[in-house]
């Protein structure tokens, strides 16, 4: 039987098999029940990757960015790697983190749904996203939860109609594993309301259990990406299977465990210090249960006692501690065209990512990227209350050159502009913006519209006006 080789892809795919490739998800339903599902037959159409010859026109991005922060812009960017922190403690993430341990995945989980393929409503592909970003209803019940999940589990919910059988039982399979851990862990009673807004989401689970059954966060991703078709390059910051915790230290020598009391702090939530352990070995950074997320909470808590002098990552000792980043970030780092610093929370979503050695190192150095571009936020959060531009590029490079200044130097050697040589503002923002100041620090700035916020008529960033600012910059570059 002849074959037909997807070099791209490294396969090998029988015209006349019955099965289908993980890569070549249909996008539009069949017509017909009955037609057979051979890849490239003629009722369906195919995403397929771009060809390394699509991409030599258009320039490379690696986005450092959270999970919400910069969903709405990545159509902003064609051929992209996204570096993303595992530290989040709160929502679905802080259950899944309680009993069953392990880096936080929620920020990934959000980006990969983010960036499945568009698809017309019904075809596998849609059936598959809403599976995946299927919550249930936040008034619901546990019980009811549970019902609801029982029927995911055992294949019987509506939400299966549409999904191919080989997909169906892949994804599946791997719910039914974490099922299986959490019966392991029946003692912890997990619970299935502690979602974000108090909603199931299946994607999470199904990350979760990847990454427990292969010991690869790398691995999980790869696998959801594949079922999905998605294009998506995705690198969690830290590579690791256990839980990532990071701190602050505020200028008043304050500091605060854990992601959700820095950013947006409830009741009985984020990781404490449990300094009743009769037990001298035991872990003293414990997980609160029930961390209910929501996405109005940042602008209702109060504002810090003082401001953020520094972020560090710590131990389930609470000792402080200094992982090494990802491998393939700083190979990223070193071959796409710009390096984007996203919209989104300053301390907890992009600091974790800069603060690691050898990162402002291998920035400075880049042999690649031609231009370092901020995108500054229209609005103070938590933890950037009172912040003007000036003050997040200063604590962008600040923390940079603390991670890097103990391997090589970095806060002698390099200028500010090693490390950011652009920040895109919108017209509007309530975030001062001093032109002059931030131009005699060798970094330029540009102004762009964004569309108004719905809530509040504050202008946003959308994937327009992130286009438009790197079209002027890469024509200054050009």
Request: glycine fraction near 6%.
């Amino acid at each position: 039987m002849p074959e037909q080789h997807h070099s791209s892809l490294g396969l090998s795919v029988a015209p006349d098999s019955p099965g289908s490739s993980i890569f070549d998800l249909p996008t539009k339903p069949s017509l017909n029940t009955n037609t057979s599902t051979i890849p490239g037959g003629p009722s369906h159409k195919y995403v397929s990757f771009p060809s390394s010859e699509d991409r030599t026109d258009s320039p490379s991005f690696l986005v450092i960015s959270g999970g919400t922060g910069c969903n709405s812009i990545c159509s902003a960017f064609g051929n992209a790697c996204y570096v993303l922190p595992v530290s989040d403690d709160g929502g679905s993430s802080s259950e899944i983190i309680r009993v069953l341990g392990g880096p936080s995945i929620g920020d990934i989980r959000s980006r990969l749904i983010r960036l499945i393929p568009p698809s017309p409503p019904g075809s596998p592909l849609d059936a598959i996203r809403n599976l995946l970003a299927h919550r249930f209803p936040a008034h619901c019940t546990e019980r009811e939860a549970r019902e609801d999940w029982r029927d995911i589990v055992e294949g019987r919910s509506h939400l299966w109609t549409g999904i191919p059988n080989d997909r169906k039982e892949l994804i599946r399979g791997f719910l039914v594993q974490f099922e299986s851990e959490l019966l392991r862990r029946a003692q912890k009673n997990f619970s299935f309301l502690n979602g974000r807004q108090g909603q199931i989401l299946v994607g999470n689970y199904f990350l979760a259990a990847a990454q427990e059954f292969f010991r690869s966060l790398p691995s999980a991703i790869f696998l959801f990406s594949s079922i999905t078709n998605s294009q998506a390059n995705i690198l969690p910051v830290i590579i690791t299977n256990h839980t990532v915790t990071i701190a602050v230290e505020l200028e008043n020598g304050s500091k605060i465990i854990g992601q959700c009391n820095i950013s947006h702090p409830v009741s009985s939530s984020a990781p404490s210090i449990n300094v009743f352990d009769s037990d001298p070995a035991s872990p003293i950074v414990a997980h609160a249960q029930n961390v209910m997320f929501r996405s109005e909470s940042k602008d209702e808590s109060s504002d810090l006692e003082s401001r953020i002098s520094r972020l560090y990552y710590i131990n389930a000792y609470g000792n402080e501690i200094r992982p090494a980043p990802n491998s393939d970030y700083l190979s990223n780092i070193s071959t796409n065209d710009i390096l984007i610093y996203s919209c989104g929370s300053l301390w907890t979503s992009i600091i974790p990512c800069l603060a690691l050695r050898g990162v402002a190192t291998a920035i400075a150095q880049s042999p690649s990227l031609r231009a370092k571009v901020l995108l500054l936020n229209s609005r103070n959060d938590r933890e950037t209350t009172g912040y003007t531009a000036v003050d997040y590029i200063e604590a962008i490079v600040k923390s940079l050159k603390s991670a890097g200044s103990r391997d090589r130097h970095a806060d002698d050697i390099y200028p500010i502009s090693a490390f950011i040589t652009h920040v895109v503002y919108l017209r509007g923002s309530l975030v001062p913006v001093a032109i002059e100041r931030i131009t005699s620090m060798g970094v330029a700035c540009v102004e762009v519209i964004g569309q108004s916020s719905k809530s509040d008529g504050l202008p946003l960033f959308d994937a327009a006006s992130v286009r438009q600012a790197l079209d002027r910059i890469l024509r200054q570059e050009t």
